[in-house]
């Protein structure tokens, strides 16, 4: 079992790594921000999403001790922090979880938007190229650029069925006659 930290409110909270997952404990969050945990677990165990995924685990206490804790997989832990309102905090974590829900609305907003800007920008240069390509057709270089590139790609189909044949013959080396 590996752990690592994050940060909340600039308290450090163990990540633990068990069978490949990484969970962190919801109670030292809830401590850190100054929300009521009993509060906190009820809305997580009446949330469509987050109900499936919360368990009872093993994790070490700020005591360094083994304690069963409710946690979340940690690629959780960011979508419960933003259900969390600023007015529930204390008044010392305010700010903080006020920049955090900030930063997340412009992640998801440049999620939806700049993937968006970017498929439009790759679709924009592949209609330049065909038009430009349609352009060329009647030009003799294209012609013979578009021959070679077929030659290239029939070379490259009668290399790897060589190969092919070679790596079998190589078996058929340790083969009884």
Do not use: H
């Not at 009446?46 to 005591?63: C, H």
């Not at 974590?93 to 900030?102: C, M, P, Q, S, W």
């Amino acid at each position: 079992m590996s752990t690592q930290t994050i940060v909340v409110n600039e308290k450090e909270i163990l990540i633990v790594n068990k069978g490949g997952e990484k969970f962190v404990a919801i109670k030292p969050i809830c401590t850190a921000l100054g929300v009521d945990y009993t509060r906190q677990l009820k809305k997580i165990k009446e949330d469509e999403i987050l109900s499936p995924v919360v368990a009872l685990r093993s994790t070490t206490g700020a005591d360094g001790k083994e304690y069963k804790m409710q946690v979340l997989p940690l690629k959780y832990i960011f979508g419960w922090l933003f259900t969390i309102s600023p007015k529930n905090v204390s008044p010392e974590a305010r700010d903080g979880l006020i920049r955090y829900k900030k930063l997340c609305y412009d992640a998801l907003f440049d999620i939806f938007t700049k993937r968006t800007a970017i498929l439009k920008e790759k679709t924009d240069y592949q209609i330049e190229i065909e038009k430009l390509e349609k352009e060329l057709e009647s030009d003799e270089r294209y012609i013979k650029i578009q021959d070679l590139k077929k030659n290239i790609k029939t070379a490259s189909q009668r290399l790897n069925a060589l190969d092919k044949n070679v790596v079998n013959d190589q078996l058929d080396l340790f083969k009884k006659e």
